[in-house]
């Protein structure tokens, strides 16, 4: 500090009012700032690094940095390295679950040049630009395959055309009642009842049938996905929320019992839905697909964490829902207190095909449905917030 002023230690109260001065910049900036010494013991502290740590100053003071900074721990070597060789370190991400969500932290740790072995850590807390990365990395991936599905959809729609057409021809063609047909039989002395007699006999009909069925099916299949990346081919009606999501509770709950399912015996549901929301304008079918596919997964997380049987037997499997509105808009929150996921399945879990549970019957395809129809059906935003063994939140929010 003394260097830092500069200033000439005879004029006392100058002095004082410097370090005054420098004390409000530390404690007015926007991030945490420890200064901790060679034992990493924390030796100053401003009201950022206290919120953070959610701990009292006299509390923390002389203390090691990691009982204040738990996500801090495991990168200990590398503060050493900023304390021994005089370096600074700089630390880009660093997660922790905090308040039982993860939250992310940009670290820097860097020596004083006035004091030996003492180094200052310096965290920011970079979880909304993180979020927000994520989602923008989502939107672009989303938006890449909604270009390559309508590609293979339109490219298929062809030869699936002349396919079905071949078929419908070929079927006219054979059909002993057209004079055409007769006709041409005729010339070449063909008998064309016979012929059909034998295309029954040796079910050539039947496969005929068979590929017109596939092509038809397969045909359907493309013009939805054409639909999917065309949003307004779905038609919008005013909806009330609470009700349809009442309703997809209803559907889960048949869905699991259906599956007879022991270990959501217990589960609970908990809903904390603003009566006084107006109705919006929505697609019912669906938004109702959405609530149930996030239902779906909460259920099954909190199957996973009570198969895992690391729980006490009183766990009890918990899924809230809330409803409420903020800033003019819809925020709808879908909570479990399930196995969690890792940072890794966080990134990845809106990804098509993307599952952790391929072998109990998962094709990764609920989720990037929902994301589908958030964003590009609604315009919409959503959010996950997740860790491990601790629970997940769906956040979604939907202009009014
Ligand atoms: N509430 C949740 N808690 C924990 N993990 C979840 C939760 N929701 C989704 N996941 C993770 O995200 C992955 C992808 O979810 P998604 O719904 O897309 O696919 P799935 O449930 O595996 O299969 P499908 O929905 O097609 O049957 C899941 O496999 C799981 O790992
Ligand atoms: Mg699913």
Partial sequence: MRRIGGADDSVTNDNMNIQEFFSSIIESMPSALITVDGNLHIKQINTNALRISKAVEGEVLNKSVFASFPMLESYESEIQVALTQNATVTLDRVEYINQELNNYYKVTCYPLDAIDNVI???????????????????TEKMHSLDGLAAGIAHEVNNPLSAIINGIQNIKRRLDPERIANQESADQLALDLEKL?????????????????????????????????????????????????????????IKDYELQNDKSLANIEFEKNFDAALPKIEVLPLELQQVFFNLIRNA?????ARV??????????????????????????????????MNDEVVRKAFDPYFSTRHKSGGHGLGLSTVYRIIKSLLGGEIEVRSAVNVGTQFIITLQI
């Fill in 120 to 138: 200052v850590i310096q965290i920011d807390d970079i979880t909304q630009r993180e979020l927000l990365e994520q989602r923008i990395l989502q």
């Fill in 196 to 252: 059909n007699a034998y295309l029954e006999e040796r079910e050539i009909k039947f496969f005929l049938d068979s590929i017109e069925e596939g092509a038809f099916r397969a045909s359907n299949i493309v013009s939805n996905m054409l639909k999917f990346t065309k949003p307004d081919t779905h038609s919008r009606e005013p909806c009330d929320i609470n009700l349809l999501l009442d309703q997809s509770i209803k559907f889960a």
């Fill in 299 to 303: 259920e099954q997380a909190i199957s």
């Fill in 307 to 340: 198969a895992a049987q690391e729980e006490s037997e009183d766990y009890i499997g918990k899924i809230s829902i809330e409803t409420r509105l903020e800033d003019g808009n819809l925020i709808v929150v879908v909570a479990d207190n399930g196995c969690g």
